[in-house]
């Protein structure tokens, strides 16, 4: 396995994640799983990344599975979240938050600590002093950054020195390449691309008539729907042909795309088993060929033009037309219309953050007066929305 050198962290091409433990895609076997960390330790990985809101198994799992290479790999958590779920970013609970992921993963130090989400009502400078004091007492190596808003990261960026990037990166998720990576490239942040395989889109194993399971949280992502879905198969179809042409699976292709980004050091996959490690592992030790890549940015440049267009049409008309009398395809179609709308910049996502977790505290019920609370939040973003002439770009 190939590995990338940023300052003292010897990262792998390839990275794994424990997201899955978290339950979102279904229940895995957590045996299985610690099968599969002890082969991507023969292998040569050593970027392992988990988090203490997955669930306190997930940093249990990660430890056993890489206990006996401790000193060969990196392991990369995340802040956890406070007793009432939310953000909390104050000295008391990060240093309380430390010790128990040291606890769980059974390590004495942690090699990169990462921001995992914003908490507005720490200043960001209080945060990194206890972070830094964390690096004095030498229990983390390092501290790196994870789902931020971008004006937060550029705070942290001018008042500390965080290590690692955190970011969503995939052919079919591309915002990062104009926001974060940038960022990374001018600080010397090493990028960390989470999804490389968008979930599981660009696999090749999806159709249009692809359904999930109930518990799987692709039910709702926005990437599984309408036309982004439409769209996301259409990349995933171009990526295959041009792994066909390489003797590469279409998720190995999609990895070494993602690998091919400037400012990307590692792609964090999230194989649950031994065989999809494996297929992954093939993303890494080989490159599109020059006129491939050009052809394939040209490519996603007219793709992303017109599902844009499409996009802001969507948006528009969930937010005008009535809501479906299945209350949970109302409530899927407002997620849309809203994670849809912070992408386009038609919305400030600090602004939607309230009517957003309203709508999230509904998502279970089927009762006439969550129906009645979706009308009203949809009502309300309504009022947000820029009027359409603004947004034809």
Request: glycine share 8%; hydrophobic share 40%.
């Amino acid at each position: 396995m190939k590995v990338r050198q940023h300052h003292d962290l010897s990262i792998s091409e390839l990275g794994v994640g424990c997201y899955a433990l978290s339950g979102v895609y279904g229940r895995k076997d957590p045996g299985e799983f610690i099968q599969m960390l002890h082969r991507a330790c023969e292998m040569g990985v050593t970027f392992f990344d988990t988090a203490a809101a997955y669930g306190e198994d997930a940093e249990r799992v990660l430890g056993e599975g890489v206990a006996s290479y401790r000193n060969e790999v990196i392991i990369a958590t995340k802040i956890g979240p406070s007793e009432s779920g939310g953000p909390d970013l104050s000295p008391q609970h990060i240093r309380a938050s430390c010790e128990r992921s040291l606890r769980n993963l059974g390590t004495d130090w942690i090699d990169v600590y990462q921001v995992h989400y914003d908490d507005p009502n720490t200043p960001v400078e209080v945060t990194i002093g206890a972070l830094e004091d964390l690096q004095r007492e030498g229990k983390i190596r390092h501290y790196g950054l994870s789902h931020l808003p971008l004006p937060r990261v550029e705070q942290y960026l001018q008042s500390g020195r965080p290590s690692t990037m955190l970011m969503e990166l995939s052919a079919v998720s591309r915002e990062a390449r104009s926001t974060l990576l940038p960022l990374c490239r001018a600080h010397g942040l090493a990028g960390i691309a989470f999804s490389p395989t968008g979930r599981g889109l660009l696999t090749g194993r999806f159709d249009a008539g692809t359904t999930f399971p109930p518990g799987d949280l692709r039910r709702i992502d926005p990437l599984f729907q309408r036309e982004r879905f439409s769209s996301g198969l259409r990349i995933a179809a171009r990526l295959a042909e041009i792994a066909a042409r390489h003797g590469k699976t279409p998720v190995q292709a999609a990895i070494a795309w993602v690998l091919a980004q400037p400012g990307i050091v590692c792609a964090l996959s999230g194989p649950s088993t031994i065989e999809h490690l494996e297929e992954n592992a093939g993303g890494t030790g080989w490159e599109f060929d020059a006129e491939e890549m050009v052809s394939f940015e040209r490519f996603l440049s007219q793709e992303e033009a017109g599902l844009r267009r499409a996009q802001h049409r969507a948006v528009h008309d969930i937010l005008a037309a009535p809501l479906p009398p299945d209350t949970s395809q109302a409530f899927t179609d407002l997620v849309y219309a809203v994670e849809t709308a912070i992408l386009l910049g038609l919305f400030d996502e600090a602004d939607v953050i309230a009517p957003f977790r309203e709508l999230f505290g509904l998502q279970n019920r089927q009762d006439a007066d969550a129906r009645r609370q979706m009308v009203a939040i949809q009502a309300r973003l309504r009022e947000m929305l820029p009027a359409p002439e603004s947004t034809d770009r």
